[in-house]
């Protein structure tokens, strides 16, 4: 029997971990050369995983809900035939910029990865052993496939078997593992474990000495989200796209200087106009909204004032002058926020802008959004309106110089040739990076969205 191993790769570009979702394979099943066998979610997006070779699944090495480091294994081969005992996962190149999905990074044994960036990190990290503590249990006589550090050798005798991520976790609570009772399965501990470790220590009540005098205080099954002590609270692990987002809203915020503007105005053309495309036989089949109207006027807004597309470059102390837009569309998913971009929107006519539109909202809602769609933006919307919310003050998109809140659109007493109508009115919220963007090109910029929204005429006229 000959195995090889399948290792985590890093399917976006820089990534260190993701998460295993489901599982499309058993052991015992017969998989081939380019099978999705998982489902995994990065910082960036939920991501289907294909093995590199044909074979019989021998082992899954972790199970679902697992957070993997990149180039731990994730899955054995049983290959058969005389290929070496482990194959080792391709080594990756230096990190490769991907700006379009098709985007592949080369792999030695001249096979042609699937997935943009495919392959472990370039580098790797050596994890010293530890010294065993005193008076500890002797180590297992076998050594499961977690007990094995980046080079393949075994680690030191005595260590509480534990995966690199409830490692880090542990770690990070200040729970040392050699007094963590286990639940896993061949004495792993598993981060549930780790969590009912740290909780006495974060409960408000005081603790009670081991060992517990009633059965209340005995290990029970926790699944995430874990509910703490009395059930007041509840504890969500922050990971994968919500973290990623928590992250770079941060970074933003504290590198970035935000300013907003808003301006409130007559969109009830915009409205009609709607109406009349929806009817329209040519466009029939076509998702017409007020957000695809609001997108053409933001792409002939941005044509109008080129400097708003811009990026500043803090390494080279340059600033990028986009001559595209990568049109981005904030989307909250089960999974957090993410914000996919249609690339060149601005060359796009209106029923080619309608359909990305509506392929970028269907892949969003599956959770199928890929890496490379969420890379490379220039611009974003967010439609804040679609909540009853009239506006709000938007948090830039690292690497983008603008974002546009729209807020809800109601039917409110307003001015319209001289006398008080109902009117269709809305308010937009333009947040900008005023180390690119003055007071006077914001305005301007802001000002033209609005005009066209409010004389839909000038979509025509202007673009």
């Known amino acids: 029997m000959t195995i090889r191993e399948f290792k985590m790769p890093d399917v976006g570009e820089g990534l260190t971990e993701a998460e295993i979702l489901k599982w499309y394979v058993q052991p015992g099943d017969t998989v081939t050369d380019g099978q999705v066998v998982c489902e995994v979610e990065t910082a ?208 933003s915020a504290f590198t970035a200087p935000h300013v907003t503007e808003f301006v409130t105005f007559d969109i009830t053309r915009t409205m009609k106009l709607v109406e009349e495309l929806k009817a329209d036989k040519d466009l029939a089949g076509l998702r017409i909204n007020p957000l695809l109207i609001i997108a053409k006027a933001v792409l002939v807004a941005v044509r109008r004032n080129p400097e708003i597309n811009a990026a500043w470059d803090e390494a080279a102390q340059e600033i990028v002058l986009k001559h595209y837009v990568n049109l981005g569309i904030a989307a909250a998913t089960p999974r957090g926020l993410i914000v996919p971009n249609i690339k060149d929107a601005h060359s796009q006519t209106l029923p080619e802008l309608s359909r990305s539109l509506s392929e970028l909202v269907a892949t969003a809602r599956e959770g199928k959004t890929t890496p490379a769609a969420m890379q490379g933006g220039t611009f974003t919307i967010t439609n804040v309106g679609v909540f009853g919310v009239d506006t709000g003050t938007p948090i830039l998109n690292p690497g983008e110089s603008a974002i546009l809140a729209v807020g809800a659109i109601k039917l409110q007493p307003w001015v319209h040739k001289g006398k008080v109508k109902p009117r269709q009115v809305t308010t937009l919220a333009l947040s900008f990076d005023h180390r690119l963007v003055d007071g006077e090109l914001g305005s301007k910029f802001l000002a033209d969205v609005a005009a066209v929204l409010e004389q839909p005429k000038r979509l025509m006229t202007w673009a």
Do not use: C, W
């Open 44 to 251: 960036k997006a939920a991501v289907e995983l294909p093995i590199p070779f044909d074979g019989t699944v021998h082992e899954l090495v972790f199970p679902e809900g697992t957070t993997v480091d990149v180039g731990q294994v994730i899955i054995s081969v049983n290959v058969g035939g005389d290929a070496p005992a482990a194959a080792p996962a391709p080594a990756a190149p230096a990190p490769v910029a991907a700006p379009a999905p098709e985007a592949e990074a080369e792999e030695p044994q001249g096979r042609q990865p699937v997935l943009v960036g495919y392959g472990v990190a370039a580098t790797s990290t050596r994890r010293r052993a530890r010294k065993a503590p005193a008076g500890s249990a002797a180590a297992p006589a076998a050594v499961v496939p977690e007990q094995l550090n980046g080079h393949g050798s075994a680690t030191a005798a005595a260590k509480p078997l534990a995966k690199p991520p409830v490692r880090k976790l542990a770690k990070d609570l200040g729970v040392d593992l050699t007094v963590v009772v286990p639940t896993g399965p061949d004495g792993i501990i598993t981060r549930e474990d780790v969590h009912r470790a740290a909780a006495p220590v974060t409960e408000p009540a005081p603790a009670v000495a081991a060992p517990a005098p009633t059965p209340v205080q005995a290990p029970v099954a926790v699944t995430a989200p874990v509910a703490t002590g009395d059930a007041r609270e509840t504890r969500v692990p922050i990971k994968g796209v919500r973290k990623a987002t928590a992250a770079a809203m941060v970074g």
